[in-house]
């Protein structure tokens, strides 16, 4: 039993999963121990696929002896997240101080599951309601005021697009009609793309679409006939789509969110390196990094000190880098007082009908943290490309 510092976690001890797809990976011989005078819990564990030569591993802590998985642990560094290879002892440290300080239970139980399948895969967001805007009352005012928010199911993808998905793509669309105002950057294939303006990411959706043989979302018509391929306009949607899409702010904001109610992050409400891709600073309260500055691991070789897309543990649903990384474009026009409008409370809102600047959303690997919350907005001009913005894709059925 352990009592370090008389804080927190008594007889922890081994649970494993797993998330299988083809050949399932297997998790195996986990064991964790709290560090000897310290809030670090130490957990090891073996990993093994026939299939795969990296997966995605997130890790669950119970203070029930397995019955829930409740404890908001998030802070975890080293084998976690994306681009896990397989092996012996795999090593994770969690920082249970950070995300559970002053608890003690001798129930307490760790789960480590891995996943095999793409990290570029979607995942579903049911329908409901939930609470849209800065809770806190620490941000710019357009982001008040609190408001509830109705949404259809939808699907997200896990992680942004990346420099390989955009590249495949990409070249598929040029030899089918289709034209961009930019080709895309990025700082390594598994990095995001970065360096495409709004229009280029919502054609680069409809290519996407078509390669798959699903009906494309966005038209040069109101008849939804003409799929829109070439230049730069506003173009009409269809909401019910098959295809890609980008995300509305609501859905983006919900998915960021992962399930929790009220927290600044998508994981709690204080932030470090071990959480995200950030630019960190004294100024906020709540940035508790021991690191300042950029992030010491990728602020390497030049800018953009992006890092590869689900390199950090993903939120509740199972979402990666919708804090940090690269901003990511949104459906929406921005406009300030957008959120005391009626329409910002309907059923599945969309936004302002016009506007000049469409939204953008999680901020970057140079952003501070307070761009880094959940209800954090900013906005950019559609046809600007920048090194820290990219985008992730919703889907219909």
Known sequence: MVRSLGLLVAGLCAGAGLLAHAAA??????????????????????????????????????????????????????????GVAPGLDKAVVWNAGADWDGQFTSQCRVNVLADDSDPQGLVWIPAGT?????????GESFERPVHSVPLSGFQIEKAEVSKALWDSVYRWALTRGYGFSNAGAGKGTAHPVQMVNWFDAVKWCNARSQSEGRTPAYYTDSTLTNVYKTGQMAPYVKWDASGYRLPTEAEWEKAARGGLSGKRFPWGDTVTHLQANYSSRTNEYYDLSPTRGYHPTYATGGMPYTSPVASFSPNGLGLFDLAGNVWEWCWDWFAGGW?????????DPRGPATGTLRIIRGGSWGSNANNLRCAARYYSLPADAYPDVGFRCVRGQ
């Open 25 to 82: 990976p297997t998790v195996s011989n986990v064991r964790a121990s709290q560090r000897p005078g310290t809030k670090l819990v130490d957990i090891l564990y073996d990993l093994s696929d026939p299939d795969s030569s990296t997966l995605s591993v997130l890790l669950q802590v119970s203070a029930d002896g397995g019955a829930t998985w409740t404890v908001p642990a998030r802070s975890f560094s080293g084998a976690v997240g994306g």
């Open 339 to 347: 959120y005391s409008n009626a329409g910002a409370t309907q059923p």
């Open 130 to 138: 939930f609470d849209m805007g800065d809770t806190f009352n620490e």
